[in-house]
């Protein structure tokens, strides 16, 4: 599950609300062990994706750097050239 969560820190343009949402939902399933909470477990679950998703953007916001920013389409082909390389037969 945790293979969705992407860095998100250093890009031009910065992440967006979406991809910190997505990684917040993606570490909770991880911690919780699942993809989707019960009815009972659905409110602590959200609460917890909201409130790591709010910290996570207050990290990224406090992070500073001296590197470059990263071009989000440069990564992405990188990303591709070693999926191709890995999963090549």
Do not use: W
Not at 38 to 62: G, M, P, Q, W, Y
């Amino acid at each position: 599950m945790c293979r969705n969560i992407r860095v998100l820190h250093n890009f031009d343009p910065p992440a967006t609300g979406d991809e910190v949402h997505a990684a917040a939902l993606q570490y909770v399933r991880k911690v919780s062990g699942s993809t989707k909470p019960s009815k009972a477990n659905e409110e602590a679950f959200n609460a917890a994706v909201d409130e790591i998703a709010h910290v996570t953007r207050h990290l990224l916001e406090h992070l500073t750097t001296s590197a470059p920013p990263k071009d989000r389409e440069v990564e992405a082909a990188k990303a591709k050239a070693r999926a191709a390389a890995r999963y090549a037969s």
